[in-house]
């Protein structure tokens, strides 16, 4: 199965920046859990990697506070601009967007956390992964989240999986471990099943030595 398609991806979210806001209403409480799995600290620095329209600016803004700095990385220019608009109407300074596909973005700081929220395309790149990972401090927290093939007896629910991950992604490999390349490259990570095992959490720090688990199989 082939990797991510960045000409696809591009106007794929081109096609659906208007109502991406929408389109993600139904995540917002694993979007608030993963934000909280961050332990986000005041002063802290935060990536958010593929941060689409800034619908997590709030929340990571509001846990490192005014001493601490975000930096959300997202290639498509629709969706940025929507992130842009969201930061000058917050009037938010210590908030720095970056245009460009992960694997390039000149990221220019040693971050204390970062986030992967619904973006199946970038973690499915290792190249990408990586230069998140060599820009995070020892210790640093990381977070991924997204939709994961349903397994045992939640197979049917696939039904359902299928066409939002083809909506959303362009490629479907890795969805059985999404989280595969974040966990070689930043260590082991905790991983939990939400809705009904049609999404996941995955979460740890990088070089930690934490056992991995799965809860809900």
């Known amino acids: 199965m082939s990797g991510p398609d960045r000409s696809a991806a591009l106007a794929q979210y081109r096609r659906r920046a208007a109502v991406y806001d929408l389109e993600l209403a139904l995540f917002e409480p694993v979007r608030r859990l993963a934000v909280e799995r961050l332990a986000l600290q005041p002063g802290e620095t935060v990536l958010d990697v593929g941060c689409g329209t800034g619908l997590s600016l709030p929340l990571l803004h509001a846990g490192v506070g005014s001493r601490g700095h975000v930096v959300g990385i997202e290639q498509s220019s629709p969706m940025l601009a929507q992130a842009r608009d969201r930061v000058r109407r917050a009037r938010w300074r210590h908030v720095t967007l970056v245009e460009s596909p992960v694997e390039t973005a000149p990221i220019g700081v040693r971050a204390d956390a970062a986030l992967f929220h619904f973006t199946h395309d970038v973690l499915r790149r290792p190249e990408a992964v990586d230069n998140v990972v060599r820009h995070l401090a020892p210790g640093a927290r990381v977070v ?14 696939n039904l359902l999986v299928w066409p939002a991950a083809l909506r959303s992604v362009t490629t479907l490999e890795g969805l059985e471990r999404p989280w595969s390349h974040l966990e070689r490259l930043a260590g082991p990570l905790d991983v939990e099943d939400l809705m009904f095992g049609a999404v996941y959490l995955a979460w740890g720090r990088v070089a930690g030595s934490r056992r991995r688990t799965r809860s809900g199989r």
Do not use: I, M, N, S
Not at 146 to 157: F, H, M, N, S, T
């Open 144 to 157: 991924a989240t997204g939709l994961q093939w349903a397994r045992g007896w939640r197979r049917p629910l």
